[in-house]
């Protein structure tokens, strides 16, 4: 068997041999098929078999609340759990039920988009209908990020004409879920700005006052939206931040100037190493609204297609504006 040593060693090239050690550690072999996922060496349906082979009890996958509370028990077996409970479920209702417990978890965890990938076969042949209504808005955003555009429309068309209008919470989230749409299926530069400045300007919209915003918020929309207006030369004024301190840490002047340069000159390679360098590890609302702007100004301006709309819609994920 081998350890977890060889994983920190380097991953790029023993998480696949660890992957297929049956003599491994199973808590080992689905952490090193995490690690590969996100390193693209491994798909999801790899992954799905994995999580397949690992062994539940009939007690277990019917009442999961005793392993997802333990704490001595890893995510990776956790979402394994979980998404075999899913897999047995034979009435589109129960399998939603229990996709729903699955997205939720990953969701908390930061491995959502894993979760859609691996959950795309289950999905894909569930039809809209009034019994699955409550379950619409989160298969709508499943199909948008397994790019099934065409389901997530019917989706989300389904659910416009069902939805009540006395339930603010559908109402919010089918409109998170519309723009999120519609900036995903954007076919150009152009119509992707169109749809921010038209949903998010003068924070007005019921997109922005559903979300609770708060100045953090604000100051996030305000970069983004200076930055595509100013780009557009738009004749847009925006309401200025006017906050003194910030007491968030910016890198040095040095990586800073790298990331301006290099876009200035389009080396791509030492513009997105120095990016990287930059964030440190932080979350996009854990940076100073000034490195936000150079990078998004950078990014918007090197030849790099749909990273700048890629890095505008995981912000406005990542902090809950969307």
Do not use: C
């Amino acid at each position: 068997p081998l350890n977890e040593k060889f994983l920190e060693y380097d991953p790029i090239n023993f998480s696949l041999p660890i992957i297929l050690s049956s003599s491994t550690d199973m808590f080992l072999r689905l952490k090193s098929a995490h690690k590969a996922y996100e390193l693209g060496l491994l798909k999801a349906e790899s992954l799905s078999a994995l999580y397949q082979s690992v062994d539940f009890t009939y007690e277990q996958l019917n009442d999961s609340i005793q392993i997802l509370n333990n704490s001595k028990i890893i995510p990776e077996i956790r979402m394994a759990l979980l998404f075999q409970k899913a897999n047995i479920q034979l009435l589109p209702i129960t399998r939603l039920e229990s996709l729903k417990e699955f997205w939720n978890y990953a969701k908390i965890n930061n491995m959502e988009l894993l979760a859609y990938d691996m959950s795309k076969n289950l999905i894909e042949s569930i039809e809209p209908s009034e019994e699955l209504f409550e379950y619409a808005i989160l298969i709508s955003r499943a199909h948008i990020y397994n790019k099934n555009f065409t389901l997530a429309e019917r989706w989300i068309q389904f659910t416009d004409t069902y939805i009540n209008d006395q339930v603010d919470l559908n109402v919010k989230e089918l409109q998170s879920i519309k723009l999120l749409y519609d900036l995903k299926t954007s076919e150009n530069n152009d119509s992707f700005i169109n749809i921010l400045i038209a949903n998010l300007y003068n924070k007005e919209s019921k997109l922005y006052e559903i979300n609770n915003s708060n100045s953090l918020n604000d100051e996030i929309l305000t970069t983004i939206l200076s930055i595509i207006i100013q780009d557009a030369n738009l004749s847009i004024l925006l309401k200025e931040n006017k906050q003194l301190l910030d007491e968030r840490v910016m890198p040095s002047r040095y990586i800073i100037e790298k990331i301006i340069d290099s876009s200035n000159s389009n080396e791509i390679g030492e513009l997105i190493l120095s990016a990287n360098i930059s964030m440190n590890g932080k979350l996009w609302h854990e940076i100073n609204s000034y490195h936000l702007k150079v990078l998004l100004e950078s990014f918007n301006r090197v030849e790099l297609d749909n990273v700048f709309k890629d890095l505008v819609i995981e912000i406005l994920e990542q902090s809950k504006i969307i």
